[in-house]
C-alpha cells in the first residue's frame, strides 16, 4: 500500500475509526512528550494528602503516597504505549512469519512448529515471566521479549489457520501453476489478504499484553518503582477505589481510551481499505 | 398478460423496487413491472444476472434485499395485496401460501437435520397439519418427484443426496402446504445438463398435475420453453418483451430477446485447421492421475483420470466435455503440474515436461497457462487489475516501469476492457469483466497452450458468448493452443476443432468436431448430446420418454468392467457386465471406448439424436 493510498484510505475512515484514529495518535504524542510535560518529578511527594481531589494544583489529584496523578500518567503511558506495541508487533510478526512457514512448508514442518507451538500454549505466561526475571532480573527489554514471546503462540495459530484456508484459493493455486516460489506466494499473495484479520488479532494482543505487565508491575516484577505503566497505576491505588479516588479513576480511564482507540481505528481499517 | 383472464390470479402492477445510493441518492433496480397470471399458469423471468429476475422473484414474496425496499405497485396473489401486509402478516404467508424454491439447494439444507424435519418444518410451524400427515404428504411428494425410495428417505442428512435430488427435495417442500404461488429461482442452472432434464421433468409433471401457479427464474430460454405458459423479457430492470411461450420462442419481437436466443445457442466460429505439425504443440500420453497413495502399478487409492491420451495442434483448441466429477478439471490440473500424475507423461513439443511443479523451468509455466473457472476467487482479491497483470509479465519477461505498463494496456485492449479499469479492485468488477482480466493474466505470458476450465460456466449467456468470441479472435490472432473444457457441448461443439468426451475420468470418446454432427457415437455422449435442452416447445416429454433402466447387479468388481455401464442403454449382458471394453475406432474417424463400434451404436431407444 503506497504512502498516498493509506492516507487516501484514512480519509474514508468512518466516524468511530477518526475516534479511534484520534484517540491513537494522543496516546501516541503522550508517550512521546509526556514526560516533558509533567508539571512534578514522577516519584517526587509533593502533596501531604492521599488520595487528594482534583485542584488546581493537582489537576488529576494525588495517589496513595501523594504523588501527582498527572505527572504519573504522562511519564507511565510510554512504557504501556511502547511496550505493549512493541511486544504485539513482535510477537504478530514472529507469530505469522512462522505460521506462513507452516502453512507453505513440508507437512513435517508444519506438524514440528504447530507442536511447538502447543507445547508453549501450555506454559502458564505468569510462572514463565517470574522464572525468567528471577534468571535474568527485570529490565525493560526482558519485559517486552516475555510479553511477546507469551502472545507468538495465540497469534500463530490464528495466522496459520487463515494461511492454510488462503493456502487451496484459486488466487494462490493460479499463482503456483505460474510458478512463484513459496516466499511470493507467502508475501504477495497470501499476507494482504490475512492483514485485516490480523490487525484485529493485534488489537486484541496489544489489551492482553497491557494486563500482563500490569499484573507483572503488581507483583513487583514489571516496570520498577518509582517509575509506573498504567496498569501499575491502577494496581497501586487499588484501595483508592472506595473513595473514588482520581488517582485510580484516570489511568483506568487512560487504559480504556487507550485500547478502545486501538481497536476501533482497527475495526474501521478494512472497510476503508476495500473501498 | 394481454390474454390472462379479465380476474387473474396473481397481478402485479407498476412494481417498483428502488434501492440508495451511497450518496444518498435513490435508484431503481426494477420499475414498471406489469404481469398478470391466470391459476395453474406458469411465467418465466428471462433476463441477464443484473436484469431484475430474483428482484422481482423475491418482491412476490413481499421480501426485498437488504437496502433495498419496494417503493411502488401492487403485487396480488389470490385475493392478498402483499404491499399493503405487515411484517407478520408476510411472515403468515411465506413458505406458506408463497413458497420459494433457491437456487442453490445445496446450500439451502441444513445439514444437521434430516431431511423430513426440514420438509415438514414450514407445514408444522405453520400449524396447517399434524405431524403424521405431514410426513405422509411429505413422502407423497417424494414419490410424485421421482426421488427414490420415498418412505424412507425422509431420515437421511442433505450430504447423502447429489444436486439433483436435493433440488427436488426443495420442491417437494415447497409443494406441502399446497401453495397458491410457487417461487422457482433458476432451480437447474448448476446442474449437469444429464440431470437436469430429470429435474425439470419431475418440476414439470408436478406443476402440471398440481395446476400449481409457478414463476420461473431463469437466463436460459431452452430450459424456459419446456415449463412456461408465459414469457417475460427483461433487461436492465425493464420489460423488453413479453407475450405466451409459444409466441415469444417462435416469433420474438423485439432485437433483445433474438439477441438471448442467438446466445444460447452460439454460432459455429472454429477457422479452417491448418496442416498438421508431425509433432504436436501438447500431447498427453495414457495419464493416469488421481489423490491418496500410489500403490507399486502406479494406481492412485482414489483415481479421478484413467489413461487418459489426447494430443493438440498449435492453434487449435480441443474440447474436453464431462458431468461435474468426470475429471475434466483434474486433466488440466494434471497438465499444468498442480496434480503429478501417478502414470503417463506430458509432451510439450515432444519433449516430456516434469510431472509436478518442481523441476518445470520457468519457460515451461509461461508456456502452458491455466484459466480458472471462477474468476471470483482466482484473482487475489487484495491486488488491483494493474497489479494482477504486471506480475506475470515481471516474472516471465523482466518488465517493468513504463514497458510493463505499455504492455498493461496493449492487454486490456486486447479484452476490451477500458484502460481505465487497471486501478480497480477486481471485487470491484462485474462476472464478465473480472473473466475477462483473468484472461487476460494467463495471455500476459505470452503462452503457447491455454487451459481454459470452464470459463464461461459461472457467466450469463451473452457474457459467455462474448468471452467465447475473444477466445475465437485470440485464437486466431495469436495462434495458442487452447483446451476448452467445459460442460455444454453445445459450446463445445461451436468453438472446438477436436472433442474429447470424458465419464468417470475415462476418454470415452474423442474426435474431430464435425463427426460429432453425426449419429453414430458412444452411449454416453449420445445421452449427453439429447440431454441439452433445445429451444423448441415441447421438446421436453420428447426426449424424457425413455423408460428407466433396470439396475444393474453390482456384485462384481466395477472397476474392472465399462464403466459407463449402469446408465447405458445398450448394453447386452453377458458381454458388458463381463469385461472392460476395447478402445475402437468408428469409421467416422472417432475413438470409442465401448464392446460396440457397428449400428448397434445407432440411437434407436431415444429416437432422436440431437444433431441440431
Redesign the interface.
Known amino acids: 500500500m503506497s504512502v498516498g493510498r493509506f492516507l487516501r484510505s484514512l480519509r474514508g475512515l468512518s466516524l468511530s475509526g477518526r475516534i479511534g484514529l484520534g484517540l491513537v495518535l494522543f496516546w501516541g504524542v503522550v508517550a512521546l512528550v509526556g514526560p516533558m510535560l509533567a508539571p512534578h518529578p514522577v516519584g517526587a511527594f509533593v502533596d501531604r494528602d492521599v488520595f487528594g481531589g482534583y485542584s488546581s494544583r493537582f489537576p488529576l489529584g494525588s495517589d496513595y503516597l501523594g504523588r501527582d496523578v498527572l505527572s504519573r500518567l504522562l511519564s507511565g503511558a510510554r512504557y504501556t504505549v511502547g511496550l505493549g506495541a512493541s511486544a504485539a508487533i513482535a510477537a504478530c510478526m514472529v507469530g505469522t512469519g512462522l505460521a506462513l512457514v507452516a502453512a507453505l512448508g513440508s507437512r513435517w514442518t508444519d506438524e514440528l512448529l504447530s507442536r511447538f507451538m502447543d507445547t508453549l500454549l501450555s506454559i502458564p505466561s505468569k510462572i514463565l515471566a517470574l522464572v525468567l526475571i528471577a534468571a535474568f532480573g527485570s529490565s525493560l527489554l526482558l519485559l517486552m521479549v516475555i510479553a511477546a514471546f507469551t502472545y507468538v503462540p495465540g497469534n500463530y495459530r490464528i495466522a496459520r489457520a487463515l494461511a492454510v484456508n488462503l493456502n487451496q484459493?484459486?488466487?494462490v493455486?493460479?499463482a503456483?501453476?505460474?510458478?512463484?516460489r513459496a516466499t511470493h506466494i507467502a508475501l504477495?499473495?497470501i499476507l494482504?489478504?490475512m492483514?485485516h484479520p490480523l490487525l484485529a488479532d493485534f488489537g486484541l494482543r496489544f489489551v492482553f499484553i497491557v494486563l500482563l505487565l500490569s499484573a507483572l508491575s503488581f507483583l513487583g516484577l514489571g516496570v520498577q518503582p518509582p517509575a509506573a505503566d498504567l496498569g501499575s497505576l491502577v494496581r497501586e491505588n487499588i484501595s483508592g477505589i472506595v473513595e473514588g479516588a482520581p488517582a485510580i479513576l484516570m489511568p483506568a480511564l487512560a487504559i480504556a481510551t487507550l485500547t478502545v482507540g486501538v481497536n476501533l481505528l482497527i475495526d474501521a481499517l478494512p472497510r476503508a481499505g476495500?473501498r | 398478460m394481454a390474454d390472462a383472464s379479465a380476474n387473474p390470479y396473481v397481478a402485479v402492477s407498476g412494481l417498483r423496487v428502488s434501492a440508495r445510493r451511497p450518496d444518498g441518492s435513490d435508484f431503481d433496480i426494477v420499475s414498471d413491472i406489469d404481469f398478470s397470471l391466470a391459476r395453474g399458469e406458469v411465467l418465466a423471468l428471462i433476463g441477464e444476472s443484473g436484469s431484475g429476475k430474483t428482484t422481482i422473484a423475491l418482491a412476490m414474496l413481499g421480501h426485498a434485499r437488504n437496502g433495498a425496499a419496494i417503493t411502488g405497485g401492487s403485487i396480488r396473489v389470490g385475493d392478498v395485496d402483499l404491499a399493503s401486509l405487515g411484517a407478520a402478516d408476510l411472515r403468515a404467508l411465506r413458505g406458506n401460501r408463497i413458497c420459494y424454491v433457491a437456487q442453490s439447494a445445496a446450500a439451502a439444507f441444513n445439514p444437521a437435520r434430516t431431511i423430513m424435519d426440514q420438509a415438514i418444518e414450514a407445514a408444522l410451524v405453520h400449524g396447517l397439519m399434524s405431524r403424521a400427515e405431514a410426513e405422509a404428504k411429505a413422502v407423497g411428494l417424494f414419490g410424485e418427484l421421482g426421488l427414490p425410495r420415498p418412505e424412507s428417505i425422509g431420515r437421511k442428512y442433505p450430504h447423502q443426496f447429489s444436486g439433483g435430488q436435493l433440488q427436488r427435495l426443495m420442491a417437494a417442500m415447497a409443494l406441502m402446504s399446497d401453495p397458491d404461488l410457487i417461487i422457482l429461482d433458476e432451480p437447474t442452472t448448476a446442474l449437469d445438463v444429464t440431470t437436469q432434464i430429470g429435474v425439470l421433468q419431475a418440476f414439470r409433471n408436478v406443476v402440471r398435475r398440481r395446476g400449481t401457479t409457478a414463476i420461473y427464474v431463469s437466463h436460459d430460454l431452452a430450459v424456459v420453453a419446456q415449463m412456461a405458459d408465459h414469457i417475460l423479457v427483461l433487461q436492465q430492470g425493464h420489460i423488453v418483451e413479453a407475450g405466451r411461450a409459444a409466441r415469444m420462442i417462435e416469433a420474438p419481437e423485439q432485437d433483445y430477446t433474438r439477441t438471448l436466443m442467438a446466445a444460447a445457442h452460439p454460432a459455429p466460429s472454429v477457422p479452417e485447421r491448418g496442416p498438421a505439425a508431425d509433432v504436436p504443440l501438447l500431447e498427453v500420453r495414457g495419464v493416469t492421475a488421481g489423490y491418496g497413495r500410489i500403490d507399486a502399478a502406479g494406481h492412485p487409492a482414489i483415481p479421478v483420470l484413467r489413461d487418459v491420451s489426447l494430443s493438440l495442434q498449435r492453434g487449435q483448441t480441443l474440447g474436453v466435455i464431462g458431468e461435474s466429477g468426470s475429471g475434466k478439471s483434474t486433466l488440466a490440473r494434471a497438465i499444468s503440474g498442480l496434480l503429478p500424475p501417478a502414470r503417463g507423461q506430458v509432451l510439450l513439443d515432444g519433449a516430456p515436461l516434469p510431472p509436478g511443479l518442481k523441476g518445470r523451468t520457468r519457460d515451461d509455466f509461461r508456456r502452458v497457462q491455466i484459466v480458472f473457472q471462477n474468476a471470483d476467487v482466482a484473482l487475489n482479491p487484495a491486488q488491483s487489475v494493474r497489479q494482477i497483470l504486471k506480475r506475470p509479465l515481471a516474472f516471465y519477461h523482466g518488465l517493468r516501469g513504463a514497458a510493463a505498463d505499455a504492455r498493461i494496456a496493449e492487454l486490456l485492449d486486447l479484452i476490451r476492457l477500458p484502460a481505465t479499469i487497471g486501478d480497480r479492485r477486481c471485487t470491484e468488477l462485474s462476472g464478465g469483466q473480472k473473466q475477462r482480466v483473468n484472461l487476460a493474466r494467463a495471455l500476459a505470458a505470452n503462452p503457447d497452450i491455454i487451459l481454459c476450465d470452464e470459463v464461461t460456466s459461472a457467466l450469463d449467456t451473452v457474457v459467455g458468448a462474448a468471452i467465447l468470441d475473444l477466445l475465437a479472435d485470440l485464437r486466431r490472432d495469436l495462434g495458442i493452443g487452447m483446451i476448452f473444457i467445459s460442460h455444454d457441448i453445445s459450446t463445445v461443439r461451436a468453438i472446438c476443432d477436436d472433442i474429447l468426451v470424458l465419464y468417470h475420468g475415462h476418454a470415452v470418446e474423442q474426435g474431430p468436431r464435425d463427426t460429432f454432427a453425426e449419429a453414430l457415437h458412444h452411449p454416453y455422449t449420445r445421452l449427453l448430446v439429447s440431454s441439452v435442452p433445445e429451444l423448441r416447445i415441447g421438446w421436453l416429454p420428447d426426449a424424457g420418454s425413455a423408460p428407466p433402466l433396470p439396475p444393474v447387479d453390482e456384485s462384481g468388481n466395477a472397476a474392472d468392467l465399462c464403466p459407463f455401464l449402469a446408465r447405458c442403454d445398450t448394453r447386452v449382458a453377458g458381454l458388458c457386465d463381463a469385461s472392460f471394453p476395447p478402445r475402437h475406432r468408428l469409421p467416422t474417424g472417432n475413438e470409442i471406448l465401448c464392446h460396440f463400434a457397428d449400428e448397434k451404436l445407432l440411437p434407436f431407444a431415444r429416437g432422436n439424436m440431437g444433431a441440431a
Open positions: 484459493t484459486d488466487f493455486v493460479a503456483r501453476a505460474r510458478g512463484e504477495f499473495e494482504p489478504n492483514i476495500r
